[in-house]
């Protein structure tokens, strides 16, 4: 199973679903930021880099809501 997969093979996994998510791909499919972050927070071995990267997702989610949230309010 995924869960039991080698961690950088999850953290990998989990840079592809957030750069489908950041273009906006209809290829994201069921991703989701949550999704991303989970994935990131159970990958092991953290470093700066993917430290990083959890901080971009963080912030492109907060991004995201927002838009959505004044995109419902119209």
Do not use: N, W, Y
């Given at each position: 199973p995924?869960?039991?997969?080698a961690g950088d093979?999850?953290?990998a996994t989990a840079v592809?679903?957030?750069a489908e998510l950041?273009?906006?791909?209809?290829h994201a499919g069921n991703w989701n930021y949550d999704r991303v972050l989970s994935i990131i927070s159970d990958a092991s071995m953290i470093?700066?880099?993917r430290?990083?990267?959890?901080?971009?997702?963080?912030v492109a989610k907060k991004v995201y809501l927002r838009h959505r949230d004044h995109?419902?309010?119209?």
């Open positions: 995924f869960t039991q997969s093979f999850r953290f592809m679903g957030g950041l273009r906006q791909s209809p470093d700066h880099d430290k990083e990267f959890s901080k971009l997702m963080r995109l419902s309010v119209r």
